[in-house]
């Protein structure tokens, strides 16, 4: 299967400051990326969605100037947590998708803890 | 996407076989059945997807209903590395352009007791 990179897998930072995750797919090329988060004990829930070279759309309930995406090349992809409070601390989880392959997959995911 | 329900959670002795159950019974008639499975603070791993046929690869086997509105997936001989939780999603396969995101139900916790 395709493989997916995240960085940083944890972080840990002060509210306030903002915080950005990487997410590389290292043998194709995502025409397609999906960021996902996960609280505690609950489901994955689709943030966002974005395809390369065009404007992310968002889900109902996440607000686009405090999650910024990056879709800039068909390989990297950035979420962006801007001022980062309490409860944005979640697992943050990208898909990158290829449109030739019959499954999603999935990076390894970031902790993000905001004291 | 259809709606899918799975127990809550299970468990299996290590070394049995798997068996967990998934009711869809609004599925249309392109929609796929795909299974995932996430182990505790990993992102989900792929499983195994099929359309009405039983598939089979390396990791498990499908069965899917005559009239598709349930399938179970079975994991042959359970490992402790198997636990996490496993989540049935129906959709449409991918078509190389537009596509949604998976919508993730809560699935099922399986415990492997050793």
């Known amino acids: 299967g395709a493989v997916v990179s995240q960085h940083p897998s944890r972080v840990i930072c002060k509210s306030g400051t903002s915080v950005k995750i990487e997410c590389r797919s290292l043998d194709f090329q995502a025409t397609t990326m999906f960021w996902y988060r996960q609280f505690p004990k609950q489901s994955l829930m689709l943030m966002a969605t974005s395809n390369e070279g065009s404007k992310a759309t968002y889900e109902q309930g996440v607000e686009k100037d405090k999650f910024l995406i990056n879709h800039a090349s068909l390989t990297l992809s950035t979420l962006t947590v801007t001022s980062a409070h309490p409860e944005d601390s979640s697992f943050y989880i990208c898909?990158?998708?290829?449109?030739?392959?019959?499954?999603?997959?999935f990076g390894p995911g970031t902790r993000l803890t905001v004291l | 996407d259809a709606k899918t329900t799975q127990p809550t959670s299970m468990d299996c002795a290590e070394g049995r076989a798997a068996n967990l159950p998934c009711n869809h019974s609004t599925i249309s008639g392109n929609e796929y059945v795909y299974w995932y499975r996430q182990i505790h603070s990993q992102g989900p791993q792929y499983i195994i997807h099929?359309?009405?046929n039983n598939e089979t690869n390396e990791m498990a086997s499908l069965i899917i209903t005559e009239d598709r509105k349930s399938s179970t997936l079975i994991l042959p001989h359970a490992t402790l590395r198997d636990t996490a939780v496993y989540y049935c999603i129906v959709r449409l396969m991918y078509s190389g352009g537009g596509a949604d995101g998976l919508t993730f139900g809560k699935g099922t916790h399986l415990i492997i007791q050793p």
């Open positions: 898909s990158p998708l290829a449109g030739f392959y019959n499954e999603q997959f």
């Open positions: 099929g359309l009405k």
